[in-house]
Structure formats: structure tokens, C-alpha cells
């Protein structure tokens, strides 16, 4: 009998550890210099607590039941839980709160799809109780720096305004409205040329649509629309925090004494078709996408709404946050040549010279690990039957210093030159 | 730099066509000596995968080719994430239910319930008795279906018909149409998004063409 992963399930082995944790160590050194807190949910969730935000789709959540038949699901996204968490036991908290976590998802495969990897690792954060520009701001600034600590400034941002957009489709008729924005979202020109709509309602769908490019010229065209004053106030909301961006961007180069820092495409490009085809998001969105163009490093945006959902009276609270997914990065950064190539070597290996000269060997291994800095000793578990063995082993594992030690405890050091 | 993935078959002649109308010219795939399956245009500013159709929205979804040209028959089978841009309006041809010419069933509510239809459009087929209310077995082919009800392994076919006469050819004939189909551009839509290589000219470029040569 050969025991096999479940399909969809992977495992890491150490040097994909050693990987993953590159990654997430560099993230995590972002989010504690921003002030956040990590925090861990359960990874199991009641099914209801998970579609309450109406982004989850049920075919995606690997469902689970519990003895009295209630339905759980594997968390396919944090921001829930949170969600719930917050509401439920923060009471009393002040407010903002900034929280981060790393931890895994898990999503069911489409039908019709081989294979598909179901477990995934997102790091993210989201920071509850604060809105305005300052907060948006907060979010895309931490975005960029992990990116710069990732070196990957090469990335493109879009951004979007989901309340913007979705006001924008308000003079749509309500039978009709829904298949726009679905249109919109996945980018269907047909269906926008076909629907049956007046000339003017199709130019205004077909505008929304390519309605995305330099921020300013986005800007600039959403303005030629005729907007009522609320639309006015976010348009406005939107530039200013595109130039609060900049400014902060630029007032950051002009302090930077060290590593030259590279022309960060700071400036977004602007799309106010990124919208979902649910209530989600209210306000800004965005998808952090690699330098090929090909992949979604992350994607976040603000949601004044969801909070409520959780809270016993509906007590509205506002939140915004974002997610990288590790697996994307991984995959990008690996291309990159970034990432180590090899789990660390040991620094030592103990050799007790006989049979009796374990414990001579034990505490003089233990004397080397009790330094300052980590110092990786491997103890030799009489597994190579010669000095030679020995050596080559040592050789292999990239091991360059050999303690030999006697019963007395004598020690003999000797240094490998490493064959890399 | 732009790749484009075109498809095999009926659609790549007119593909090549359009190509040549917006300055590329990818005329090396019709020379029948040619065994390449990518090659540049002649000024090298854009790249062409030669790919059988249904592949073409793969390509695209996954970002291995910006864009991509290929019938509406096939978006509306495999549903792939990409943006649906232009009907390009060649290819025309219609997915229609076929019955043996023989046979008493001249709509398809006629059909017996649970019988058994073959097609290579599963999805497509499936999706339309579902909206019928019509319990039938999808007998999935790849090829040559009109020998379904000849055979008499299935009482009707779902398939794609351009002139009708391969269905006269093996007496069967149309008693229903499910959707008219034509060849469309389709665009990875992160590229879409951002718009890289002059991505947005060259979409106008083949927008304008396509109405110039209609």
C-alpha cells in the first residue's frame, strides 16, 4: 500500500521551508515596523461566518461537519475571521486596530480543473476602525514596502474604486445593471455591444470600461462625466490620496542615504472597471501584479460594510486591508534567482572518537551552541564507520569544521575546505 | 512585445488575414511545408502561436499570449477567464440540435426523455436541455458526431453547422439552433489592464479593420 497526498495537497520540504520563510520574514519585518499585531484564527470556520461577505462562492469552501451537523469550512481567506474576531471579542478596543496574519487558506479546485493546488499560504493585514485618505494611504504604502523589501519594485499596481464604480452604474436600469457590471468586471465588450440598452446608457458602459490608465487622465475623463456631488467628493478623495502617494514617495527618495533607491513606479495605474461582481468592497481596491504581467501577487481594498455583518446591533465599523499570496511570490522570486538555493549548513559536526566519548562529545557540542549568535552543531550518531566516512559526509552536508573528541574530552578541530 | 495566439483549422486564414491588415504578417502558418508553431512577423514586433482552437483561450487565460482569436463557440463551452473584445464577425456559423432525416422528432421537445445526444460541445449541449427542462444523456465525441444517430448510438447530435451540408450529406437535419457563433478577439486581462506593448492600439487597429473588411 502506497499512501498518497490527498489531490491538491503539497508538502514542504526544507528547502522550500527555508523558501517560504525568506518571503514571510521580510513581510513580517514590514508589518511590526507599521505597528501591527499578528493575529491567529481558527482555521476552521462555520460555513455561515465565511459566505457572510457574499465573496465567498460555496463551491470553493471545503466543507466540513461537526458531531451536531453543523457546517464548517476551511478558511479559504482571513479576512472573515477577522472580521468576526473583532467584532465579537475586541468590544472595548480602541481603535484603529492594526492587525497582520501568515497563515494558510484553503480553497476547493473548479470543477474540471486537474490537480489544482488547494492549500495556499497569504500573509496580509488589515486595520479596523479607520478611514479617510490617511488609512488608504497606510495600506498602499505597507504594499509598496514589502514589495521593496521583496526587491520586486518592479511590480504594477491597479488600482480601482469599487463605491466610485458602482455609483457610477446607478443610471443603468435595475434588469440590466447586474449583466453591465458583470461585464465590466471581466472585461466583455461583446456583451456591452449587445445588450439592449440606449445609445447613450451603451456609450457610458463602454466608457466605464476603458476608464482606467495614467491616474491623472483617469481622473481628468471620470470628471467629463456628470456627476452629483457625493461622486465629486470620492473623485476628488481619489486624487488627493494619488497625490499623498506621491508626495510621500517623493520626500522618501529625497531622504534615502543608502541603496539608491530605484524610480518606484509609485504612480498606479488607475481602473475604475476593477470591480467584483458582489458588494464587497466599498471604496478603494487593488491588485499588486508581477512584473510579467502575469500573475496576482495580492489584492486588497476597503470594506466599510463587512464589519457589520459580524456585529450583534450591525454596528458599522470601517476596514481595509490587503493579502499577498506567498505561492505567487514564491514563484516569481524564485524566477528572480532571489531566493536561497540551499537549506543553511551546519556550522559543526562532533565526532566522538570512540563509543565512550558520547558524553565528552554532548557537552562539547553544547559548549559551541551556547554562543551569542546561532551556531548549527551536528552531533555524529555513529552512523560512518571511518574518519574518511566521516569526512565525506561532512563534505557533502557543505559541513567545514570537525571537532574530534575523546572520551577525556580532549577535542581535536579540524577545517574541510568546502566543495560547493 | 505581443503574441497572439491563432487557431488552427477554418478560422486561420481569415485570422491571417486581419493580421496582415494591421501590419503583421504571420502568412508563413498557411504554406503548407510550414511545421512551425511559433513564428515572428516579418517586421518583428509581434510573435504568433499556432495552437489548435480550443487551445487558444488557454494560452490567453494564462497570460502565454496577450491575445488571442477564436469562436464563440468555444468561450461559451470552456468559459475561460479572458476579455471578449471584438466579433470579428468571419467564422459564422450556428450549434444546432440534428436528428436523422428519418427520424419522427422535428423539435427538440419531441425528443424522447433520457435519450441520448452526442456532441463535443458537453457544456454547451448540457446547459441547453438543463434550460429546456429536458433530461437527457450527453455522449461526449471528439470528432465526427453525425455518426451518432446513424449508428444509432444517439438519437440527435449537438454541433457546430456552417452550411448545412455535411448534415445533408449523412441525412440528418437541424430542428433546433442554440446560438449563433462567430470568430472573436479575445485579451489576457491583466495585459488588458495594463496595457503593455501598445497592447490597446493594436486592439483598435483590428477593431477598425474588422469594420473596414465587413
Redesign the interface.
Known amino acids: 500500500m502506497v499512501y498518497q497526498p490527498p489531490v491538491g495537497a503539497r508538502d514542504l520540504f526544507p528547502l522550500d521551508v527555508a523558501q517560504k520563510r525568506w518571503i514571510e520574514k521580510r513581510i513580517q519585518q514590514v508589518f511590526h515596523s507599521w505597528g501591527y499585531h499578528r493575529i491567529i484564527t481558527s482555521t476552521l470556520e462555520r460555513l455561515e461566518t465565511l459566505m457572510a461577505g457574499g465573496a465567498v462562492e460555496q463551491s470553493t469552501v471545503i466543507q466540513l461537519q461537526d458531531t451536531e451537523g453543523e457546517v464548517l469550512g476551511l478558511r479559504p481567506e482571513l479576512t472573515a475571521s477577522i472580521a468576526r474576531a473583532a467584532v465579537t471579542r475586541m468590544a472595548g478596543a480602541s481603535y484603529p486596530q492594526r492587525l497582520y496574519y501568515n497563515a494558510n487558506v484553503f480553497r476547493r479546485a473548479a470543477k474540471g480543473v486537474h490537480n489544482r493546488q488547494q492549500e495556499f499560504y497569504q500573509a496580509g493585514v488589515e486595520l479596523l476602525g479607520a478611514d479617510g485618505i490617511a488609512a488608504d494611504a497606510e495600506i498602499l504604502l505597507i504594499v509598496f514596502d514589502c514589495l521593496r523589501h521583496l526587491e520586486l519594485e518592479d511590480c504594477y499596481l491597479v488600482l480601482g474604486e469599487a463605491g466610485l464604480t458602482r455609483s457610477l452604474l446607478s443610471p443603468f436600469p435595475d434588469s440590466l445593471r447586474e449583466h453591465v457590471r458583470e461585464a465590466i468586471a471581466t472585461l466583455d465588450r461583446i456583451t456591452l455591444e449587445t445588450l439592449p440598452l440606449s445609445n447613450d446608457l451603451r456609450d457610458r458602459a463602454l466608457f466605464l470600461l476603458d476608464l482606467r490608465g495614467q491616474p491623472t487622465d483617469v481622473l481628468q475623463r471620470v470628471s467629463s462625466l456628470d456627476l452629483d456631488p457625493e461622486q465629486r467628493t470620492t473623485v476628488n478623495t481619489l486624487k488627493a490620496l494619488i497625490e499623498l502617494l506621491q508626495d510621500a514617495h517623493s520626500r522618501q527618495l529625497s531622504q534615502a542615504t543608502s541603496a539608491p533607491s530605484s524610480p518606484h513606479p509609485l504612480t498606479p495605474v488607475l481602473d475604475l472597471s476593477l470591480v467584483q461582481t458582489f458588494d464587497y468592497y466599498t471604496g478603494i481596491v487593488f491588485e499588486v501584479v508581477g512584473s510579467h504581467g502575469q500573475r496576482i501577487l495580492g489584492q486588497g481594498g476597503r470594506y466599510d460594510q463587512l464589519l457589520s455583518l459580524y456585529h450583534p446591533q450591525g454596528k458599522t465599523c470601517p476596514g481595509i486591508g490587503f493579502v499577498l499570496n506567498i505561492e505567487e511570490l514564491h514563484q516569481v522570486l524564485l524566477s528572480d534567482g532571489q531566493l536561497p538555493l540551499q537549506t543553511p549548513a551546519s556550522d559543526w559536526l562532533v565526532v566522538p572518537t570512540s563509543p565512550e566519548a558520547y558524553a565528552a562529545a554532548i557537552a562539547h557540542a553544547q559548549k559551541i551552541r551556547e554562543s551569542a549568535h546561532l551556531v548549527r552543531v551536528e552531533l555524529e550518531l555513529g552512523l560512518h564507520d571511518s574518519p574518511a566516512a566521516i569526512r565525506e559526509y561532512a563534505q557533502r552536508r557543505r559541513i567545514n569544521q570537525i571537532a574530534w573528541v575523546s572520551k577525556e574530552g580532549l577535542s581535536k578541530i579540524e577545517t574541510l575546505s568546502v566543495n560547493l | 512585445m505581443i503574441t497572439v495566439a491563432l487557431p488552427k483549422g477554418g478560422l486561420l486564414e481569415d485570422s491571417i488575414r486581419l493580421s496582415q491588415a494591421i501590419g503583421l504578417d504571420f502568412s508563413a502558418f498557411l504554406d503548407s511545408s510550414n511545421r512551425q508553431l511559433e513564428i515572428w512577423d516579418t517586421t518583428h514586433t509581434a510573435k504568433a502561436l499556432l495552437v489548435r482552437n480550443y487551445d487558444v483561450p488557454v494560452y490567453v487565460e ?2 502565454q499570449a496577450q491575445l488571442g482569436i477564436v469562436g464563440y463557440d468555444i468561450l461559451r463551452e470552456k468559459r475561460p ?1 479572458v ?5 470579428l464577425q468571419f467564422g459564422r456559423c450556428r450549434m444546432s440540435v440534428a436528428v436523422k432525416a428519418t427520424s419522427s422528432y422535428r423539435t427538440v421537445l419531441e425528443l424522447p426523455p433520457h435519450c441520448r445526444v452526442a456532441s463535443k460541445f458537453v457544456q454547451c449541449a448540457s446547459d441547453y436541455f438543463k434550460s429546456l427542462d429536458l433530461p437527457v444523456e450527453i455522449i461526449p465525441l471528439y470528432g465526427s458526431v453525425e455518426l451518432g444517430p446513424i449508428t444509432g448510438m444517439s438519437e440527435a447530435i449537438v454541433d457546430l453547422v456552417a452550411t448545412g451540408r455535411t448534415l445533408k450529406d449523412n441525412n440528418l437535419v437541424e430542428i433546433a439552433q442554440l446560438f449563433e457563433t462567430t470568430a ?1 478577439l479575445i ?10 506593448d501598445g497592447l490597446q492600439d493594436r486592439i483598435e487597429q483590428i477593431r477598425t479593420a474588422t469594420l473596414a473588411l465587413v
Open positions: 494564462y497570460g477567464q476579455a471578449h473584445l471584438v466579433d472573436r485579451a489576457h486581462p491583466l495585459s488588458y489592464r495594463l496595457n503593455r
